[in-house]
């Protein structure tokens, strides 16, 4: 439950003490030292009394609301102020700062029956202390309750996927009720924002796995796309070929030596390609390069070898 109180100021003052202590002491000297009787020290101490409560303080961000015998005389302060004892009273001290209420709204069903807990602020300031001191009773108390209802009718007009993807529109709209309530108040609110919204675990495991559906569509959405941009190049590049077998071959024979420079490799090639294009024969002369390359090494392998056979014989 919210609750508030009166900003009102129960201690006294220090200038207020200060006077209070000096006339007091003032009037006992007076009294011990025999320039005046009792009674007129007794009156002389009310006086005092009298004196430092009729002065006041309200801090730079604040004004005294001042009642005369229960009527509305005005506004007091910022700074040191004086008012009739007794008869004038200070009801109230408004801070006219910015400040700021938390509400929530718990369990409260969107537009498409999904319960959800949201937490917000309100960010409002005293812009009319007048209005705001006579219009309504607790004026924070009344801010705090309708940002909860507001609130709560927004959720309310909203499916749940609009709060979570639009919290600027929803803060924007839940500003402006509030100030159709608090205007008249002398209120203001300055702004209003979301600080979470939390939904049930389920439907958040569900919204996940829609998410990775979703990005997985996209994926294969881009594999197609990119197959059919890769087919429209082969389909290009198939007409600067269709005229030009020049061209056809020496492609054929650098893909072929793309394959086979590399050591351990196999490159399957289809019949019809060795004949239109000679590659059988390449591919021969590039294999039998690999192995007249191979023979110098193996070659002094071999006579490494038998030179350590023959040395055990010639210690013999």
């Avoid at 408004?94 to 409260?108: G, L, M, S, W």
Wanted: glycine share 6%; proline share 3%; aromatic share 6%.
């Amino acid at each position: 439950m919210i609750t508030t109180k009166k900003n009102t100021k129960l201690v006294a003052n220090p200038i207020s003490t200060v006077i209070a202590l000096v006339l007091i002491g003032a009037s006992v000297g007076a009294y011990c030292a025999g320039y005046i009787n009792g009674l007129v020290g007794v009156l002389l101490v009310i006086v005092s009394l009298f004196i430092s409560g009729s002065i006041h303080i309200a801090d730079q961000w604040e004004k005294a609301i001042v009642l005369r015998m229960g009527k509305y005389t005005g506004l007091r302060g910022p700074g040191i102020f004086f008012t009739i004892p007794i008869i004038d009273t200070v009801d109230n001290y408004i801070d006219q700062r910015v400040r700021v209420t938390e509400f929530k709204a718990e369990q409260t069903l969107t537009k498409d029956t999904v319960p959800v807990n949201v937490d917000a602020v309100v960010y409002w300031t005293v812009w009319d202390v007048e209005k705001a001191a006579l219009e309504v009773q607790d004026y924070e108390m009344a801010i705090a309750y309708i940002a909860q209802t507001g609130l709560r009718d927004v959720i309310g007009k909203h499916e749940l996927a609009e709060l979570l993807q639009e919290r600027d529109k929803v803060t924007d709209l839940l500003q402006r009720i509030l100030d159709e309530h608090t205007n008249p108040w002398g209120i203001t609110c300055q702004n209003v924002g979301i600080k979470d919204i939390v939904i049930p675990q389920l439907l958040a495991d569900a919204m996940s796995k829609e998410a990775q559906a979703e990005r997985e569509r996209r994926a294969r959405v881009i594999l197609g796309t990119a197959e059919t941009e890769i087919a429209e190049k082969f389909a290009e590049a198939s007409l600067q070929y269709i005229n030009n077998p020049v061209a056809l071959h020496l492609r054929g024979m650098n893909m072929l030596f793309e394959g086979l420079k590399e050591k351990g490799s196999m490159v399957i090639v289809p019949s019809s390609a060795l004949d239109s294009m000679n590659l059988g024969a390449m591919g021969g002369l590039i294999s039998l390069a690999k192995s007249n390359e191979s023979q110098p090494v193996q070659q002094a392998e071999q006579a490494q070898e038998t030179k350590k056979k023959a040395k055990p014989g010639k210690k013999a």
